[in-house]
């Protein structure tokens, strides 16, 4: 596709549940990141795909935390067992090159951790 | 220590005025630099590239100081539709390649 495209945009849960999130990235795009935005806050960096293999995983809570990018399937993003600080709005990017590629990114899916 | 530091604002300025936002990185080996403007619920867009050589596009000026390490955004004869969050972005080697963004710069144009 010609955009990011992420779902749900909306997602709410209760404390301990699942949430799996999904970014379709732009087509022709090796490399998928993730980010988590709390409140207007700053953008914290989750994980970086390049295609499926990844990148850079640094950034993710690996207890609770894990992300796929599978050939011919969107890129997820699941949460097992949230918490209420999840609550976030979690932004994908798409990119042609790593390191000097301009991110495009999806409008995000708000997760709200009741 | 952030990796990405910006002054979160407000900048409150009226129309017409010229606006200044700076920011620093800690990573000298950070190799690429952008400023992103982010609309409020709405996903960041790219501004533009920031280069040693500087780089204008229309009202907006960019500036990269390696030396210092620091980027700055000038913008000039503002509008209110330049209200929004204005990003420092930063790419850079840190345990891997990574994209660092900063806090965010909140301008509010008015009237």
């Known amino acids: 596709g010609e955009e990011v495209a992420q779902t749900p945009k909306h997602l709410v849960r209760g404390e301990g549940q699942k949430a799996k999130l999904y970014c379709a990235p732009i087509?022709?795009?090796?490399?998928v990141f993730w980010y988590q935005q709390v409140l207007k806050n700053e953008f914290k960096f989750l994980i970086s795909?390049?295609?499926?293999?990844?990148?850079?995983e640094t950034g993710m809570p690996k207890e609770r935390f894990s992300a796929k990018c599978l050939p011919n399937s969107p890129c997820s993003l699941e949460i097992q067992a949230t918490k209420l600080e999840d609550s976030a709005v979690y932004f994908c990017?798409?990119?042609?090159?790593?390191?000097?590629?301009?991110?495009?990114f999806g409008e995000g899916s708000r997760l709200t951790v009741l | 220590r952030k990796e990405v530091e910006q002054d979160p604002g407000p900048f409150n300025v009226p129309e017409g005025a010229t606006v200044a936002f700076n920011c620093t990185y800690s990573n000298s080996a950070s190799q690429s630099f952008f400023w992103y403007r982010q609309d409020c619920r709405k996903e960041p867009k790219l501004l533009m590239s920031?280069?040693?050589s500087g780089n204008e596009d229309g009202r907006f000026t960019a500036q990269l100081n390696r030396a210092s390490q620091y980027i700055s955004l000038l913008i000039r004869d503002s509008k209110l539709s330049d209200s929004a969050t204005y990003l420092c972005v930063v790419n850079g080697v840190t345990g891997g390649f990574k994209t660092i963004f900063g806090a965010g710069t909140r301008l509010f144009v008015k009237a």
């Open positions: 795909f390049q295609n499926e293999n990844v990148f850079d």
């Open positions: 920031v280069y040693s």
């Open positions: 087509k022709g795009h090796s490399y």
């Open positions: 990017a798409s990119s042609q090159r790593q390191v000097t590629g301009e991110l495009f």
